[in-house]
Structure formats: C-alpha cells, structure tokens
C-alpha cells in the first residue's frame, strides 16, 4: 500500500498581524516531533516572519496565492519565486474564496499551480461545489470538471495536493456526512489514478477542508482518502488547531 504523510494545513486567510505569531510559538512547542506534516500560510505580510520563526521546526510555510507570471507589472500580486524567497514550501491555489472574489477559472489555477511546480512549491489545489451543485446532484460532475482543468500535466505526487472543500461547509460549521466525504475522495482518488496512473494517483494526499475543528476530526480522518485537513479558522489559534494535528498523529 502506497505510504501518504499526512498533512494538517492551516490557512490564515486575511488574518494576523505580527502578534499573532505568538501562536506559532505555542504551536511548535506542543508539538516539537509531530508524526505528521504541519503547515501555516499566513497572510503574505507575515510569510517571512514565520518562515523565519519556524525554520528549524517541524512546522512549514505557505503562500495563499501566486500570479501565473514569474515576475512583472502586476501590481499587488506575489509570485512563486517570491513565496520561495519568504521560505514557502507550499503554496494553497483556487481556494473558493479566490475563485469567487478574483474570479479566477480553472485555467487561471492550472497556469498558476504550473508556474508554482517550476519555481519548486508544492500545490494544494482546491476544488468543491456549492451547495446548490450539491442539491442538484452534480457534485462529482463538478469535481471532476475542476480536476481535469485546475491541474496540470507535470505534477508528481510529491508536489500535488488537492483539496476537497464543499464551498457551504467553509466557514459555515456545517460539514457533509462522512459518507459524502469518503464519496467525494475516493471520486478524487480514481480520476487522479486515471490521468496519472496509479504510482502517481495513489500518492497524492487529499486533504478535506470546509469546518474542521476539534470536536469533527478525529471522525473526518478515519474516512477513507482522507489524508489530513485544510483548516480555515481552527487554525489561527494554537488551542484549536493542535488538537487537530493530535487527532490526525492518531488517526489510522
Ligand atoms: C478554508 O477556507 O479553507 C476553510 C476550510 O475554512 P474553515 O475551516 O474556517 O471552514
């Protein structure tokens, strides 16, 4: 059987300001050695800071975003190289909330999830319906559509993660039912196994993320294809997200 390291991954979204960083402290001191990856993408004022903060800890960096162009005349954008420079490690792109508030499309999210693999960045590629799509029965049509356009063909499954993040489970603390999950990452895990074939599909991680918090973990982990969490505002306290990252050491 094909060996995923887990991963719990915390976006910071817009929020924190250089104080808040005290909670990356309390984060690295409970948990010095953890038996699985941890991962923070604040905001990219504070990506230096906590890059340098963490960088002989278990806890890794992240950007939230990166242009498709490597460098330019984009004001207010962040490129690759420049999440790099700041000690990302990985960088979360087609967040639903940038997809709806940049309009960015699949393409956009293919270009940039490309340029990011080139200039040595994982990606956390992030795809869910709304719950409208849900009711309508089309989540898997939708997934699937998101799949084949938001990735590209030179992922490996060591710089590939893909997000499955219901849009009206995010921030909402309504979560599917496992079955629906296990559904949906199981779908996730067969259409990566198709285009990639089987040593690169089965080594991908899929994270689930829309409403992980504490009292839902442990239960989300246990399904299936699960292979950690994309956690929005669990994550910005330590008290939160560490028993997050306990419950995902635990989970079988
Ligand atoms: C997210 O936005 O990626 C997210 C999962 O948010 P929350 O955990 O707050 O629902």
Redesign the pocket.
């Known amino acids: 059987m094909t060996h995923r390291t887990k991963l719990a991954a915390g976006?910071w979204?817009m929020n924190g300001v250089w104080s808040g960083l005290s909670e990356v402290t309390s984060l690295m001191q409970a948990h010095p050695a953890p038996v699985c990856e941890v991962l923070l993408c604040p905001p990219a004022t504070l990506l230096s800071r906590m890059s340098d903060m963490t960088v002989d800890s278990a806890i890794k960096t992240g950007g939230q975003d990166c242009h498709a162009d490597k460098s330019g005349a984009h004001t207010g954008d962040i490129s690759a190289t420049m999440l790099s420079d700041a000690g990302a490690e990985y960088v979360i792109l087609g967040?639903?909330?940038r997809r709806a508030d940049h309009g960015e499309s699949d393409d956009d999210v293919r270009a940039k999830s490309r340029v990011a693999i080139e200039n040595g960045l994982k990606v956390i590629v992030?795809v869910g319906e709304t719950l409208g799509e849900r009711e309508a029965a089309n989540t898997l049509d939708i997934i699937g559509g998101q799949l084949a356009g938001s990735i590209p063909d030179i992922v490996t499954g060591e710089n590939l993660v893909v997000?499955y993040?219901p849009i009206w489970?995010?921030?909402?603390g309504k979560i599917p039912t496992l079955g629906q999950i296990g559904e949906v990452h199981d779908f996730i895990r067969t259409t990566l196994e198709k285009r990639f074939g089987a040593g690169v599909g089965r080594s991908v991680r899929i994270l689930y993320?829309?409403?992980?918090k504490p009292g839902n973990a442990s239960e989300i982990f246990a399904v299936s294809n699960v292979d950690g969490a994309?956690?929005?505002?669990?994550?910005l306290k330590a008290e939160d997200f560490s028993p997050i990252i306990k419950a995902l050491e635990t989970s079988s």
Request: aromatic share 0%.
């Open positions: 976006n979204k967040h639903s909330e992030c997000a993040e489970a995010i921030g909402t993320g829309g409403s992980v994309l956690v929005g505002g669990a994550a």
